[in-house]
């Protein structure tokens, strides 16, 4: 099973771009977030025709929003609100046994201090719900894959420079120790980790705001896949698509995949 995440940062505008990757890939599974739109305009018909039948979606006007595309037919769908919040932030499927969750985590605005920034507690409050939820849900039996964009780069070399940053939100404590008691709930396994050496520099993400982005290659791996344990002696590969942040008009996120075998 080909399984993908995407933050695609409006899927009518990037519908086209969607199309592109799943022709090169042809995942059983794509996950997107970000697709900024309602259900009734979502673009179904653009997957349909190539084999994504299967949607499962949740979307609001301009903001937020989600989509799982599939080859195979879902077993079961759910739709969670999160901190009291209907924002459109984490969907499920379940596809051949396996759970997956897609999940939008808040960005959290610019100043990293909880007393001044309501969007930065929301941020803290959704991954400390999302462990709990975990924890009080499944076991690390289950087989489980938890991605998405999870708007937080936690190790060191998930970001240009780690000093820089920690200021930043993203990159702060506060959230990146928060991602990794997440993890621990069900001891998670990041697969971006998982097949890439700790000393290596990840990106998924890279700012509009850098015009020449290549050059200064300030990225932040914002874009995760987990697995939990019955699945991570499956895993085969893990791969990135960056030649997505060169299209014309591309999302600042690019695609990520991994393949599970022998299931």
């Known amino acids: 099973m080909r399984i993908v995440t995407w933050n695609i940062n409006s899927v009518r505008l990037r519908a086209h771009l969607v199309a592109d990757v799943l022709k090169e890939w042809a995942p059983d599974v794509l996950c997107l977030q970000e697709t900024k739109t309602v259900d009734e305009t979502f673009p179904r018909a653009v997957f349909a025709d190539l084999g994504y039948e299967y949607q499962h979606i949740q979307g ?76 009080d849900n499944y076991t690390e039996k289950d087989k489980l894959v938890a991605l998405g964009d999870f708007n937080i780069a936690p190790y060191e070399h998930d970001v240009w420079s780690h000093k820089q940053l920690l200021k930043v939100i993203s990159h702060t404590p506060p959230e990146t120790e928060r991602l990794t008691k997440m993890k621990e709930s069900l001891n998670w396994t990041d697969t971006g980790r998982h097949f890439t050496p700790m000393e290596e520099k990840l990106y998924t993400w890279w700012s509009y705001r850098n015009k020449d982005y290549k050059k200064s290659n300030r990225g932040r791996r914002l874009d995760h896949i987990w697995v939990t344990n019955p699945l991570k002696g499956s895993l085969a590969s893990y791969k990135a698509m960056p030649k997505m942040r060169d299209v014309e008009k591309p999302s600042d996120h690019i695609p990520v995949m991994i393949e599970i075998d022998n299931l």
């Open 60 to 135: 609001m006007k301009s903001y937020n929003g989600q989509a799982i595309l599939s080859k195979h037919p879902f077993e079961t769908t759910d739709i969670f609100d999160r901190c009291g919040k209907q924002d459109c932030r984490h969907i499920s499927v379940r596809i051949q046994g396996i759970e997956i969750h897609n999940l939008y985590v808040p960005a959290g605005g610019d100043e990293p201090n909880v007393k001044i920034n309501e969007k930065y507690k929301h941020k803290l409050d959704f991954i400390d719900e999302m462990t709990a939820w975990f924890k």
